[in-house]
């Protein structure tokens, strides 16, 4: 059995300095979706459409893996955005079984608006994990 390496009282801090500071940034991207009014779920999801890398666009399947949500939830938050005029719902041009979703221009307004700001608040998120990692105790 490998043994592990002991926690110190610092790391304890790190670690706790880490874990509230990514509960920061949650909370306060879930602030800026409100105000541009969308829940934080929605903005994920315009984040996973846009981010995925597949030209065609991502199956309600492949938004589920990326938000981490059973295929019926992303179903019923694909509803919801939908409802909303933010996405839409395609046949796949090569196989018209799969359903791929896509941004409205309405959707990619309100991802655009809401993106630099999260750049620049995941930059400064980055630097507290930079410290952590640089400064874990190592034996």
Known sequence: MTSRPRV????????????????KF?????????????????????LAIRGHQ??????????ADYLLVRHNTAVELVNRTQELGLIDRHR??????????ALTEEGRKRLNALSADHIEELARLAEV??????TLHRP
């Open 8 to 23: 110190t009282d610092a790391d304890y801090t790190r670690l706790l300095r880490l874990r509230t500071r990514l509960r």
């Open 26 to 46: 949650e909370h306060w991207s879930a602030e800026q979706a409100a105000a541009m009014g969308l829940t934080a779920s929605q903005h994920q999801l315009l």
């Open 54 to 63: 597949d030209d065609d666009g991502p199956t309600i399947g492949d938004v």
């Open 92 to 101: 796949d041009g090569s196989d018209h079984r799969v359903v791929r979703l």
């Open 129 to 134: 994990v930079d410290e952590l990692f640089d």
